[in-house]
């Protein structure tokens, strides 16, 4: 499988910086781990395995405060990985990569003298393969730096040539099977990262699709307001609701007058842009508290929590004015009636057919009429 150039080029622009912060994040907790081991282990090697005075003994001593003074820096970095500038994030990462990678060429070196051996370095370079994700390049730079600074200094530590040799070729190897084992763990990170996305995105989109399955099923198409049996549903909500808390509660009932003549005469292309410029008209003049719904063809129905039948008046004549002095499509003049009811002990189901007792009220008393329930035994006003 063929290695992408760059490693942060497979994310997409918008998650780069989310990415880096996942990334350092996890990084920051290893080596938080990686820190603690170092600090506590050092010491007990220094002190029961190495010479005092030798230079491992102070190698493994100044490992292990380098890990004390460091542990608060990278704690700091994982708490603020967000305000943090990336270029900061990854130099504190790489400074610590290369004491750890530093380390192991040192000791690898010191072993000449007795051992021909380089376990330390291949134990902080397979550290890091496994437990850290770098991008390729920065991986390449990290991991063969220092065992070109090995192969180097070597001579100078191990006197035997055929055992450098070895020493070279088995570093050199190791070196890029943990570079390759670093790029497959990284590889799977950012496979991993993006398709956590992708669900995050299909999931959003589903979401959508569902609101939108959801109005189809809750909304009239043509107007989007409530369809005849969610705005009922909602009607029980609130009736039951202002009962609750002891709110006003007032319902209307809005038809347009002579809308049959207008489908007769202009087409039910002309009617249906009518119905939908009285629609926006109705919704422009209510509140955001206040529901409406499509209830029949040329009927809207009105609920207005926390509104007396009086209050509920005004709104209405200014939705009756509204749309008099309205020029429709074609120049089409309309005129609306309305009945609108209050609530007192009536079930929404009273409630409703109250608000259209006074709608059929208004329509034999002529166009272009309000007719309010003031009281339970239906006593009346007209707003002209």
């Not at 189901?349 to 329930?373: I, N």
Request: charged share 20%; hydrophobic share 45%.
């Amino acid at each position: 499988m063929k290695l992408p150039k760059s490693f942060l080029a497979k994310i997409p622009k918008e998650y780069k910086r989310e990415f880096i912060n996942t990334t350092s994040r996890d990084n920051f907790i290893r080596m938080l781990i990686i820190t603690v081991l170092l600090a506590v282990i050092e010491p007990f090697i220094a002190l029961l395995f190495q010479v005092p005075g030798s230079v491992n003994f102070y190698i493994s001593l100044g490992i292990a405060l380098f890990a004390v003074l460091f542990l608060p820096i990278l704690y700091f970095n994982k708490k603020n990985i967000e305000r943090l500038p990336v270029p900061y994030l990854i130099t504190i990462q790489l400074l610590f990569l290369i004491v750890l990678l530093t380390k192991g060429v040192i000791l690898s070196l010191l072993e000449q003298s007795h051992l021909a051996s380089s376990s330390a370095y291949f134990l902080a370079v397979f550290t890091i393969a496994a437990f850290m994700t770098i991008p390729p390049s920065i991986s390449l730079f990290i991991f063969f730096l220092p065992n070109i600074i090995f192969i180097l200094l070597l001579p100078q530590f191990q006197p035997l040539p055929m055992l450098i040799m070895t020493l070279k070729i088995n570093t050199l190897s190791m070196t890029l099977i943990a570079w390759l084992l670093n790029q497959m763990i990284s590889r799977d990170k950012v496979k991993s990262f993006i398709n956590e996305k992708l669900i995050i995105v299909k999931n959003t989109e589903l979401k959508k699709i569902n609101e939108e399955l959801k109005d189809l099923t809750t909304r009239d198409s043509m107007t989007g307001f409530l369809n005849n049996k969610n705005v009922l549903k909602r009607l029980k909500e609130e009736t039951e609701r202002a009962k609750r808390i002891n709110y006003s509660l007032s319902v209307a009932m809005i038809d347009i007058d002579d809308f049959k003549h207008i489908n007769d005469t202009y087409g039910h292309r002309i009617g249906d842009e009518v119905l939908i410029s009285v629609a926006q008209i109705i919704t422009e003049q209510c509140r955001s508290t206040d529901i409406v719904g499509r209830y029949g063809g040329d009927e809207f129905f009105l609920i207005m929590p926390d509104t007396n039948v009086n209050d509920a008046a005004v709104l209405l004549e200014r939705i009756k004015l509204r749309v008099r002095d309205t020029s429709f499509v074609n120049g089409i003049k309309l005129t609306v009636s309305y009945g609108a009811s209050e609530l007192a002990e009536d079930s929404e189901h009273e409630l409703f057919e109250s608000s259209d007792a006074m709608l059929y009220k208004a329509k034999r008393k002529g166009k272009s009429q309000v007719e309010l329930q003031l009281e339970r035994d239906m006593k009346s006003a007209e707003i002209n």
